[in-house]
Structure formats: structure tokens, C-alpha cells
């Protein structure tokens, strides 16, 4: 089967399965590295006034859930994902509600929860209009979003030593380009018109920088076990191991500017409109 048989629903179940193969790397890898961006997020919703019920759409191994507890103590804290093994992360940090949904659907009442949290999530949905459709559905009126995307992105050099040799070695990918829609989102324009189109009201978005220097351990064992996996398992094993042997070789003369990552990202935060008609 090639990409063009695949419906954006098969795309969104292979994202999740993909999520669950390299939940472990994703935790201990890469979390550290966005984390402080969700929580910069969390500390500027009204968390400290919410004593009722909290989503954290799309929680992943619940990074953020722990901060969000912080912030807001007696609220329900519920975190939904569509995969099984990050939400068996979440699990080990939170003792809250977890469920399995996709965030385009959620299974949730309306009108139920004072804040919604969608940290790095919108850009992986063939629908993110639809999500942010959802999320002003299960808030409150006046209750509050806080949303995290991604903007322009430059990957450590080091990644491209990888993509040259695993390209030169044969590795095949499929490619996911329903559930890679970064381009939905990846400005302040649009993510004022996607939140807008949604029904909220009161607005506002910036953008921070985010800067890191893989250590080039951490940087082989995350591309072994998450971006690079799908093509090494592509190979056979002989050819992967020689594969890596070359990668090897090459990264072993490379200083510590190869390693350095540099991304910005789009942060949101928004109200539902206290009557229907208050978003016109
Ligand atoms: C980059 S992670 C972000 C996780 C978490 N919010 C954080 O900040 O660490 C993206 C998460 O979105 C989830 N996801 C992607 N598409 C989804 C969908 N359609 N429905 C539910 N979850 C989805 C993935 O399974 C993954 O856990």
C-alpha cells in the first residue's frame, strides 16, 4: 500500500502506533526539550482559579500533567491521547482520569471543563480545525484554551549525516502527510484564524525560541530509537549495521555545532465566548 491508499483516519492510527513504538525515547529524549515551553504555557492560563475539571488534549506520556495538578490542586485532571503506549507513560505520573480518543472526536460532555491545554498536537491532525471545534465544545463558557505549535524549525547538522546515509543505504519510509500539517499552524496569523474559527474570543499569541545542544549520546540513541527508527528497521540487519558503522564514523569527527538544535514555536491563549453570538 502506498500513502495515496491511505485514508486520513488509517494516517492518524499509524501516528498513534508510531507514538506508542518510540513512547520511551519520546519521554526521556525529547520531553526535556519542550517541556518548559508547555509549562510556560500552563503558567499564563487561569489555572490558580480552576476548582473544577481541566483537559489535557493530546497528553502524550503527560509531561505536563504534574505542572497542571501543581497549578490547579483540587481540579479533575483529565489527559486524552490516541496512543496506548503514551498514555501507559502518563499513567506512572498522574492519578487521574486517562482515556484513549482522538482529539478531533472527543468523547467528552459539553460545557464541562474550565481550561483545555493542546500542547503540540495540532500540527499532527488532518482536522485541527475540527479539534479546536471540539475543545471550545467541552469548555465552559469562559473558559480557557492555551495551545502550543510549531513555527520555522532548524534540526541539529548532525541529522543530516543520518538522512545521507540511510538514504544512501536504501531505507524507505512511508510517509504520514495527513498527520504532518504543519503548515496549518505554524504562524501567529493563522493561529489567531484557526482559534477565531473555533469560537474564541480574546485571543492572543507569541512566539519563543527554543535552542539545544544534544549531547551526541542522547542524539544517536534518539535517532536509533525515534526519528531514524522506521528506516533502519527498513533494512536488513547486515545493512543496518553497516549503516550505522558509517554514521559512526563520520559523527565521530563532528564538533558540538552539529548537534545544536534551533526551533521556534507559536503559544496561544484564548477564552470561549460567553454567549454564542459574543464571537461575531
Ligand atoms: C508531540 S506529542 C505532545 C504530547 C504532550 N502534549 C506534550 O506536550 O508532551 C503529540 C501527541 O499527540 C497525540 N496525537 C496525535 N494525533 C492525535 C489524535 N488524532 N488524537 C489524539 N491524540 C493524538 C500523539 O499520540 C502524541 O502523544
Request: charged residues 0%; neutral net charge.
Given at each position: 500500500m502506498n500513502q495515496a491508499d491511505l485514508t486520513a483516519n488509517q494516517q492518524t492510527a499509524m501516528l498513534a502506533d508510531r507514538y506508542t513504538q518510540r513512547a520511551g525515547a519520546y519521554e526521556a529524549l525529547w520531553s526535556p526539550i519542550i517541556r518548559p515551553v508547555g509549562e510556560r504555557l500552563i503558567s499564563r492560563l487561569p489555572l490558580s482559579s480552576t476548582t473544577r475539571s481541566v483537559v489535557d488534549i493530546g497528553t502524550g506520556a503527560g509531561a505536563l500533567l504534574p505542572t497542571i495538578k501543581r497549578a490547579a490542586p483540587s481540579a479533575v485532571i483529565v489527559g486524552v491521547d490516541r496512543s496506548p503506549g503514551m498514555l501507559r507513560l502518563a499513567k506512572d505520573k498522574h492519578s487521574g482520569p486517562l482515556a484513549l480518543m482522538d482529539v478531533q472526536n472527543l468523547a467528552l460532555p459539553a460545557n464541562r471543563f474550565q481550561v483545555a491545554v493542546v500542547a503540540?498536537?495540532?500540527?499532527?491532525?488532518?482536522y485541527p480545525d475540527q479539534c479546536l471545534a471540539e475543545v471550545n465544545r467541552v469548555l465552559q463558557p469562559r473558559g480557557a484554551v492555551g495551545t502550543v505549535t510549531w513555527g520555522s524549525e532548524n534540526m541539529a547538522p548532525a541529522n543530516a549525516i543520518w538522512d545521507d546515509e540511510l538514504q544512501g543505504a536504501g531505507a524507505q519510509i512511508l510517509e504520514l502527510p495527513a498527520v504532518d500539517n504543519r503548515a496549518c499552524c505554524d504562524t501567529a496569523q493563522k493561529m489567531t484564524a484557526l482559534l477565531g474559527k473555533a469560537g474564541f474570543v480574546s485571543i492572543k499569541v507569541w512566539s519563543e525560541s527554543i535552542e539545544h545542544r544534544w549531547r551526541p549520546d542522547d542524539h544517536f540513541d534518539y535517532q536509533v530509537r525515534s526519528s531514524s527508527r522506521l528506516r533502519l528497521l527498513s533494512l536488513s540487519e547486515k545493512d543496518r549495521e553497516a549503516c550505522l558503522g558509517r554514521i559512526r564514523l563520520r559523527l565521530s569527527s563532528a564538533d558540538g555545532d552539529q548537534y545544536v538544535y534551533r526551533g521556534e514555536v507559536f503559544m496561544a491563549t484564548a477564552f470561549k465566548a460567553d454567549h454564542p453570538s459574543d464571537n461575531h
Open positions: 503540540f498536537v495540532l500540527f499532527h491532525l488532518p
